[in-house]
């Protein structure tokens, strides 16, 4: 199995930014794409940003040019830096891991407010 724990979230102005990082335990060898949702209050968990192991990302068309995704291997670390921000990404941010045979692994979620 895979743990994940989530750290980064808060509250910040328009325009400003923030970096989420999420930290994987365990079995992480198995772990083949790392992903960033987001749920917003009233709306469903929506795909924002991944990255597969060879390092192509992909990004939902309402963060592009401002969400980059990156990953640090030695550290099973994967994170997800936001910039410019705007109140619509408010939400809670939640990361995941998919792994070999399916299995998907969540962290904890973080609440990220975008409000001044």
């Not at 772990?31 to 990302?57: C, F």
């Amino acid at each position: 199995q895979v743990q994940l724990v989530e750290s980064g979230g808060g509250l910040v102005q328009p325009g400003g930014s923030l970096r989420l990082s999420c930290v994987a335990s365990g079995r992480t060898f198995t772990t083949y794409h790392m992903e960033w949702y987001r749920q917003a209050p009233g709306k469903q968990r929506e795909l924002v940003a991944s990255i597969n192991l060879s390092d192509v990302t992909n990004y939902a068309d309402s963060v592009k040019g401002r969400f980059t995704i990156s990953r640090d291997s030695p550290k099973d670390t994967w994170y997800l830096q936001m910039d410019n921000l705007k109140p619509e990404d408010t939400a809670l941010y939640y990361c995941a891991s998919v792994q070999y045979g399916g299995q998907r692994a969540w962290g904890q979620g973080s609440l990220v407010t975008v409000s001044s």
